[in-house]
């Protein structure tokens, strides 16, 4: 048995035993139906539990994703990737918009929908409950296009075998007001400085995982923690993480986890600094909000998405034929953009309407990428010689109520 097999049934075993937790954790526990470490039927070399062959659509697929991966041009006309794959295969896309990978959980594990975007913060809790199936990526044709750092990555496949398609990746970012915040920052230290000139206009990410942005800040100005992984947390580590947290606490004015109220607070001026994902950035400079971005010195968290099928789809072509869709050249391209980050597959960089766009996000840049930290839902096993004394999510869940009080 591998490390990593050993690793991620204990995992599996944890999630089982947290389930009374579900409500704060969101769906940590849950039925483990599902095989563990998925294996692979030897005659087809398909993986169990994936679909063998595609049939007929199903005329519909229900989806739950991030705000701006879904777009069929009501958000603007010129923004729209759902309607050709409508036209193209007779399934009716529906879309439920998740606004934290906690509710994308939670939301899954309804068996109401067919697939998911999610971030690394919730793809081994939806593997490891039995959520969501392996895929057969030969069904999948554009997956051969895939940036090969994108695959078979320990969020998103077990022992190789890949339980979804990479959708992209980008870091979580600092932004601030141009027109507030002098000079302009290249370190996190601006929202983590108790004496902060920013104080109580500073804002911060709403989720158990933003104790890894703490985390990685501890990684550049503490390295007398050792901290290596942001995700791999022994007691000390995770200490010192969450009693960074609670003084930041201080110079918070708001917490966001629903894009819109980020905008909203940075529009108003009650949020001049913190962190953002690119697209609220883009959206804001849309509307001539003053703000600008940057990936500060000391590296960032980040997200590498993954479309994700549940393992109870009523709609699996569909589900199947979207995966494709999304993961095309032209699709792929357009999603990119408008949310701002990297494409997953490499022949979309031909397809953006800014010609500089991969160039910008960094779409085949490893080094660049080296610097971030995908989400990556904690486990008790460090993955290293400490063992299994590392903080798992559902410590995370409950560090986090504590933080803000």
């Known amino acids: 048995m591998t490390g990593r097999t050993k690793r991620f049934r204990f995992w599996a075993a944890l999630t089982l035993l947290v389930g009374a937790l579900s409500f704060l954790a969101a769906g940590c526990g849950g039925s483990n139906e599902a095989a563990t470490t998925a294996t692979t039927t030897e005659a087809s070399g398909v993986p169990e539990g994936a679909l063998t062959e595609l049939g007929a659509g199903e005329g519909a697929v229900n989806l739950i994703a991030w705000a701006g991966y879904v777009e069929d041009g009501s958000t603007d006309p010129k923004v729209d990737w759902v309607t050709s794959f ?99 920052p290249d370190s996190w230290s601006v929202v983590w400085d108790e004496n902060s000139p920013y104080k109580g206009s500073v804002t911060a990410y709403d989720s158990p995982i933003y104790i890894a942005d703490a985390a990685v800040y501890l990684m550049a100005t503490q390295p007398d923690l050792g901290i ?89 072509n569909c589900m199947y034929m979207w995966m494709d869709h999304i993961i095309s050249p032209e699709a792929n391209a357009a999603v990119s953009e408008w949310f701002g980050e990297a494409p997953s597959n490499a022949k979309a960089c031909d397809f953006t309407a800014d010609k500089t766009h991969c160039d910008t996000f960094h779409a085949a840049d490893e080094e660049y990428f080296a610097k971030v930290h995908y989400w990556t839902t904690p486990q008790a096993d460090c993955g290293d010689d400490r063992g299994e004394v590392c903080k798992d999510y559902s410590e995370w869940v409950q560090a986090w109520t504590e933080i803000k009080g």
């Open 86 to 184: 409508e036209e193209k295969t007779g399934c009716k896309v529906n879309v439920k918009t998740g606004n934290t990978s906690d509710e994308m959980v939670t939301l899954m594990r309804t068996g109401d929908y067919d697939g998911v975007s999610a971030s690394g913060d919730a793809t081994l809790r939806l593997i490891a409950a039995g959520d969501v199936a392996p895929v057969n990526t030969d069904l999948i044709p554009n997956y051969a296009d895939v940036y090969e750092g994108l695959k078979n990555q320990p969020h998103n496949s077990v022992d190789g075998v890949m339980y979804g398609v990479p959708h992209g990746r980008g870091a979580n970012l600092l932004m601030w007001r141009t027109d507030k915040v002098d000079p302009a």
């Open 228 to 316: 290596t992984n942001p995700y791999e947390l022994d007691d000390a580590q995770f200490t010192a993480a969450v009693d960074l947290l609670k003084k930041q606490r201080s110079i918070i004015g708001e917490y966001w986890s629903d894009y819109t109220k980020s905008m909203a607070a940075f529009t108003s001026g009650n949020s001049v600094v913190g962190t953002t994902w690119q697209i609220i950035a883009n959206l804001l400079k849309g509307e001539k909000v003053a703000v600008e971005t940057t990936l500060p010195k000391e590296g960032s968290t980040g997200w590498s998405d993954t479309w994700m099928i549940s393992s109870k789809a009523a709609h699996p």
